[in-house]
T-cell receptor
Framework: DTAVSQTPKYLVTQMGNDKSIKCEQNLGHDTMYWYKQDSKKFLKIMFSYNNKELIINETVPNRFSPKSPDKAHLNLHINSLELGDSAVYFC????????????FGEGSRLTVL | KNQVEQSPQSLIILEGKNCTLQCNYTVSPFSNLRWYKQDTGRGPVSLTIMTFSENTKSNGRYTATLDADTKQSSLHITASQLSDSASYICVVSATSGTYKYIFGTGTRLKVLA
C-alpha cells in the first residue's frame, strides 16, 4: 500500500509546453509539500499546504501552480516549461506540527528538451 | 541563519567496513534531527530521529548520535553492505518559523564489493 504516490514517474516534454504532476497520500496527514531536487541532489522546498491552504511558497516562478483539491491531494502544474525546470520533483506529507517525519513519494523526473 | 552542513560530500568504502557521516547545524530553536536515506531513483526514507534529550539511537546497523551543545550529529554505519549505497540526508527541524525543515546537502555513500 503506497503511502505517498505521485504520477507520472517520468515526464519528457518540449520547452514551452504545460504539464502536471499529481500526488496523493493515504496517511491521513494534513500537510503536503512539493520539493525540487536538482542535479546536485539538494532538496529544495517549493510549496507547502496545510489542510488545502497554501502556507509556504518559496520564491518559485508563478509558472508553477500547486492545487490541493483536498488534504490528501496536492498537484503541481507547470506552464511554459523551461530547460531549467528539468529536475526530480518530490511530493511529501507530514502530520500536523510541521516537525514530524516527512514521507516522500518516489519522485517524478521531468526532462525538458 | 538556519543551516545544516554535512560531510563528507561523498564517500567510497569497501563492503564490511564501518563509516561515519557528519552533520553540523545552526538551527534554532531546535526541535529534532532526522537522518534520511535516499536510494537512487527513490524518495528519502527516515532512518532515525534524535530529540534534544537523546544522545544515541540505533536502528539495526545504523547508529545516530547527537551533541546538542556543539550542534553536531553523526550517523555511524556498521559492517556496511552493498545496499547501504545511497545518499544520506540530515534534516533538522525548528520549533518556530513558517517552514521548519532545514535540509543538509547530503552525503553520497558508495559501498564496493
Amino acid at each position: 500500500d503506497t503511502a505517498v504516490s505521485q504520477t507520472p514517474k517520468y515526464l519528457v516534454t518540449q520547452m514551452g509546453n504545460d504539464k502536471s504532476i499529481k500526488c496523493e497520500q493515504n496517511l491521513g496527514h494534513d500537510t503536503m509539500y512539493w520539493y525540487k531536487q536538482d542535479s546536485k541532489k539538494f532538496l529544495k522546498i517549493m510549496f507547502s499546504y496545510n489542510n488545502k491552504e497554501l502556507i509556504i511558497n518559496e520564491t518559485v516562478p508563478n509558472r508553477f501552480s500547486p492545487k490541493s483539491p483536498d488534504k490528501a491531494h496536492l498537484n503541481l502544474h507547470i506552464n511554459s516549461l523551461e530547460l531549467g525546470d528539468s529536475a526530480v520533483y518530490f511530493c511529501a506529507s507530514s502530520h500536523g506540527s510541521n516537525t514530524g517525519e516527512l514521507f516522500f513519494g518516489e519522485g517524478s523526473r521531468l526532462t525538458v528538451l | 541563519k538556519n543551516q545544516v552542513e554535512q560531510s563528507p560530500q561523498s564517500l567510497i568504502i569497501l563492503e564490511g567496513k564501518n563509516c561515519t557521516l557528519q552533520c553540523n547545524y545552526t538551527v534554532s530553536p531546535f526541535s529534532n534531527l532526522r537522518w534520511y536515506k535516499q536510494d537512487t531513483g527513490r524518495g528519502p526514507v527516515s532512518l532515525t530521529i534524535m530529540t534534544f534529550s537523546e544522545n544515541t539511537k540505533s536502528n539495526g546497523r545504523y547508529t545516530a548520535t547527537l551533541d546538542a551543545d556543539t550542534k553536531q550529529s553523526s550517523l555511524h554505519i556498521t559492517a556496511s553492505q552493498l545496499s547501504d549505497s545511497a545518499s544520506y540526508i540530515c534534516v533538522v527541524s525548528a520549533t518556530s518559523g513558517t517552514y521548519k525543515y532545514i535540509f543538509g546537502t547530503g552525503t553520497r555513500l558508495k559501498v564496493l564489493a
